[in-house]
Every structure is written in structure tokens, then in C-alpha cells.
């Protein structure tokens, strides 16, 4: 079983930062990519940022100067600086990542990665 837990939204003003942290954890063999998302109210869930295991980073064209994706792949935690807030980032922002796991069939255990969802973390940005 794999968690994903996500910590550090909360209420700011246009032009401050927080900073989101993402911890995986569970039963695997490791973790690969993993990412943001946000999905603002009334609108489909989003691309923020990704960086694979290699470190490898990608953002959305909104966010590119303004965020930051970072990971320490020995804790399994990837975060998301974000500077120079706007109100059109308020959002909920989830963590998502791939999961190397090991299943059970009839033919013996099996390699499979599958996608797994953090709850989310609210972030608004308002004056």
C-alpha cells in the first residue's frame, strides 16, 4: 500500500511563497516520476511540475520563473516552491507518483508500477 501525504498550503497574500512537501511512503520497490497537480474550483485537474528520479524537471507554462520542483529521492519526498503567488493559483494541489510494486498473479509476482493521489493541500492566494 503506498501514501502520499501532502503538507504546507495554506492562506497568503498575491506576491508570497509557500512551499508544499510531498512524502511517499510504502510496501515498493521505489518510486519514480512524481509531480504536482492543482485543480482550481469548477476546472479540471492540471500539470504543475514533474521531475523524474534522474531529476529531470517540467512545468507548466504558467508557473515557469515562479516555481520550483525539487526531490530528495532517499526520503521519497518531492517539494514545490512557489514564489510570487497569484490569486489564479489558488487551488487544490495534489501529489502524484509512480510506484515500482511487485504483484501477485497466477503466474507468480509480477513487476507493475501503477499512479498513486495524495489527498491534496489547499492553497489561496488572495488579498
Known amino acids: 500500500q503506498v501514501h502520499l501525504v501532502e ?64 526531490r530528495d529521492s532517499a526520503m521519497n519526498i518531492i ?9 489564479e493559483d489558488t487551488a487544490d494541489y495534489f501529489c502524484k507518483a509512480e510506484a515500482f510494486e511487485t504483484v501477485a498473479t497466477k503466474w507468480g509476482p509480477q513487476p507493475r508500477t501503477n499512479a498513486y493521489w495524495g489527498q491534496g493541500t489547499r492553497v489561496t492566494v488572495s488579498s
Request: hydrophobic share 35%.
Open 79 to 87: 517539494y514545490l516552491q512557489m514564489n510570487s503567488l497569484k490569486p
Open 7 to 70: 503538507s504546507g498550503g495554506g492562506s497568503v497574500q498575491p506576491g508570497e511563497s509557500l512551499l508544499l512537501s510531498c512524502a511517499a511512503s510504502g510496501s515498493v520497490r521505489g518510486f519514480g516520476d512524481m509531480g504536482w497537480y492543482r485543480q482550481a474550483p469548477g476546472k479540471g485537474r492540471e500539470l504543475v511540475a514533474s521531475i523524474t528520479v534522474g531529476g529531470v524537471r517540467d512545468y507548466a507554462d504558467y508557473v515557469k520563473g515562479r516555481f520550483n520542483i525539487s
